[in-house]
Nanobody, 125 residues
Framework: QVQLVESGGGLVQPGGSLTLSCSATGSGFSSYNVRWYRQATGKEREVVATMTAARTKTYADSVKGRFTISRDVVNDIVFLRMNSLKPEDTAVYLC???????????????????WGQGTQVTVSS
């Protein structure tokens, strides 16, 4: 298992950029699927970016072309580069790591999820 700590949040003007970091301690992180979530006040938590252990990437439609997820495998860090920020991007951003284990011959999978504490991003003039 791993422990996750996010950093890099803060206040930025619309159109600006920010890079979030999620640092992991423990073992096995490089083999886990990783996601960035965000939750705005009064809104449901949503996935904004995903990177699998195979390094494939997906993004929410609302952030495609603006956000980039990446991993520093050697140092066990996952990043979220955010460009062209909008006020609606304001939220607490959280990283998640998922360990998936196949538990039977039929392909049943058991998931273990690990979460950071979140970091606040505020986009405002």
């Amino acid at each position: 298992q791993v422990q996750l700590v996010e950093s890099g949040g803060g206040l930025v003007q619309p159109g600006g950029s920010l890079t979030l970091s999620c640092s992991a301690t423990g073992s096995g992180f490089s083999s886990y699927n990783v996601r960035w979530y965000r939750q705005a006040t009064g809104k449901e938590r949503e996935v904004v970016a995903t990177m699998t252990a195979a390094r494939t990437k997906t993004y929410a439609d609302s952030v495609k072309g603006r956000f980039t997820i990446s991993r520093d495998v050697v140092n066990d860090i996952v990043f979220l580069r955010m460009n062209s920020l909008k006020p609606e991007d304001t939220a607490v951003y959280l990283c998640n790591a998922r360990r998936s284990v196949v538990v039977d011959m039929g392909g049943k999978i058991h998931h273990y999820d690990y979460w950071g504490q979140g970091t606040q991003v505020t986009v405002s003039s």
